[in-house]
C-alpha cells in the first residue's frame, strides 16, 4: 500500500476516534445529569426511622417458619416471606434486619420435605449464625436431625442445647433416640411446646426434660415410655397429642394430666390382648382427636364432661358405637364434628357416626385426596334435609363446612337441602352457615344446550339460593380450578362458576 493510501485511512480513523470521543463525552454528561437527579430522588420507604421499618419487617415475616438453605440457589430460592430475602434488598435494610432479633427465631430445617443442596456442615454454619441474631427471644426450633453415628448430628445437638435457655417451641424428628447433652440445665423459662417424632420407635426411649415450668403442649411420635414421673412435666400440660403408641403405656400417663384440654391420639401398635381398666375421668379436655390407625381403641377408657370438640382423622365402622357410649357415659354435648374423609364407599358409616353425635351445631368435612361422587353428597344432603319419618341427622346443626371438595355438587339435592334446613322446624335447629370450597380441574363446556324446562329448573333453584341469602343465610362457595375454560351457560344442574355468579349477583 502506498504511502498516500496509509495517510488517507489514518486520517479516517482519527475522524472516527473524535466522532465517539464526541458521543462519550455526551454520554459522560448525560450520566452525571442522570445522578445528580437520582440524588435528589427521595425514597419514603429508606427515610422511615429503623424502628418503623423493622416493625415493617417483622409483620411482612410473621410467624411462618423459616427454611435455611444457605447460600440460594436457582433451584433453591429463599422462602418468601424470609428475613433473607428483606437482608438482600440493600445496605440499610441488611443493617435493620439483622438487628431486629424477633425475624430470627424461627428455625426451619426439613430435609425429608426438602432435601438441602448444600452439604450438612455449611447448614450448620448458617444455623449457628442464624441463631446468633436472636438475642434472648424465645426460640421456634422445627429441626431434621442428621443421621445417627455422624459428628454433624452431635454437633447440631450441641448447638441447639446452647440455646437451651430460650427455646420457645422445640420440634425435632430423629431417625434414633436423642439423648440430649448434659450441658442443658433447667429450669426452661420459655419453653411452651415440645414436639419429639422417633422413626425408628423399638428402642426410643423419651428423653428427659429439664425443669419446664411454662410447658404446656407436648406431641410424641413412636416414643417408648419409661420414667413417667420425670419425663415429662404430665399435669400442667393442657394439649397432648401421641402417636405410633400403645394404649396401654399411654394410659398410663393420662393418670397424671388431669388438666388436659386438647387430646390426640392414634396408635399404630395393635394389641395383642384387650385392655380392661376403668374408664378416665378428664374433667377438662374440650378437643379430641383421633387418628386414623387406632384412635378408636382409646374412646372406652375416657370420661370426658367437658367434650365439645371431636376430630376424626378417618371415618372407620368403629367409631360410631364407643363415640355413643363415651357421650352417653360422659354425660357431655358436643357441638363441633370435624371428620377428614378417605373413602366415600361405604356412605352407611358416615351416616351412624352423623347419629351417634346429635348434638353437633358445627360440621366439617375434608375431602383432601378423595373423590365422592354425585350420588355420595345426594344421599348426604338428603339425610341431613330430613324426610318421612326417617330419623333427623343432626337436629342442632347451624354451620356446616365442606372443605377441598373435589366433586361437582348437584343443585336441586344441594338447594333442598339448605332450604329444608333453613326453614328448621320443630327440634331442628336454623341453619345460619353452609361453606364449600371446590378445588377441581377445569371442565369444557358441552356442545349442546340443555333443554328449556331445564335451564328454566336451574334459573328457578338459583332464584331460590338468591332468597335464602336475603334471608340471612351466610353462603359462601369458592372454587379454585385448575386451568382456564370458563363456562359460559351451565349445561347441567351440576353447580359450577357461572352458578355461582349468578348467586351473587346483585339484585336491582
Known sequence: MRPAELRFQL????????????????????????????????????????????????????????????PYSDDYPPPIPSPVVLASVCSLWRNVALSTPSLWTYFYHCPSQRPSPRP????????????SRTGQLPLHLHIELPEAGTPEREQMLDLISRHSSHWGVLDLASTIP????????????????FSLRIDEPDNSDLPALPLAPHVHAVHLVGVRYMDWSTA???????????????????????EQ???????????????????????????????????PEGGHEIVPHLILPALNKLR?????????????????????????????????????EIDELLLSVPTTRHLELNCDDTEPTLEDFTNLFDAIAGSGDDAVYLPALTSF???????????????????????G???????????????????????????????????????????????????????????????????????NEKMIEEIYRPVD
Not at 448 to 474: N, S, W
Open 11 to 70: 486520517t479516517q480513523i482519527e475522524a472516527q476516534i473524535f466522532k465517539l470521543e464526541s458521543e462519550l463525552t455526551l454520554l459522560q454528561a448525560e450520566r452525571q445529569r442522570i445522578h445528580r437527579k437520582l440524588a435528589d430522588v427521595v425514597y419514603p420507604v429508606l427515610e422511615l426511622p429503623d424502628e418503623i421499618t423493622s416493625e415493617i419487617f417483622v409483620r411482612y415475616v410473621g410467624e411462618a417458619p423459616n427454611e435455611v438453605f444457605l
Open 232 to 254: 415429662i412435666p404430665w399435669s400442667q400440660l393442657t394439649t397432648l397429642r401421641v402417636q405410633e403408641i400403645g394404649l396401654g403405656e399411654f394410659l398410663s400417663a393420662l
Open 178 to 193: 436423642i439423648i440430649f447433652p448434659p450441658s442443658i440445665e433447667g429450669p426452661l423459662r420459655c419453653l411452651t411446646r
Open 120 to 131: 450438612i456442615m455449611h447448614l450448620i454454619d448458617a444455623m449457628e449464625k442464624w441463631l
Open 401 to 423: 363446612q365442606i372443605n377441598n371438595c373435589t366433586t361437582r355438587i348437584r343443585l336441586p339435592p344441594f338447594v333442598r337441602m339448605l332450604a329444608a334446613r333453613r326453614n
Open 312 to 348: 376424626l382423622q378417618a371415618i372407620e365402622p368403629e367409631y360410631p358405637a364407643p363415640i355413643q357410649e363415651l357421650i352417653a357415659r360422659s354425660g357431655c354435648t358436643p357441638t363441633t364434628l370435624n371428620l377428614d374423609v378417605h373413602d366415600w364407599r361405604d356412605v352407611q
Open 425 to 495: 322446624g320443630e327440634s331442628v335447629a336454623q341453619l345460619e352457615l353452609f361453606k364449600v370450597s371446590f378445588s377441581q380441574e377445569a371442565r369444557v363446556s358441552g356442545s349442546a344446550q340443555p333443554e328449556e324446562a331445564a335451564h328454566q329448573k336451574v334459573e328457578d333453584l338459583l332464584a331460590q339460593l338468591r332468597d335464602l341469602r336475603a334471608g340471612c343465610l351466610k353462603l359462601d362457595i369458592q372454587f379454585e380450578t385448575k386451568g382456564t375454560t370458563p363456562l359460559k351457560r351451565w349445561d347441567s344442574d351440576e353447580i
Open 257 to 291: 394430666a388431669q388438666n388436659l384440654e386438647v387430646l390426640g391420639f392414634t396408635s399404630c401398635r395393635r394389641l395383642s390382648d384387650i385392655i380392661t381398666s376403668p374408664a378416665r375421668l378428664l374433667p377438662r379436655i374440650h378437643t379430641l382427636d383421633l387418628g
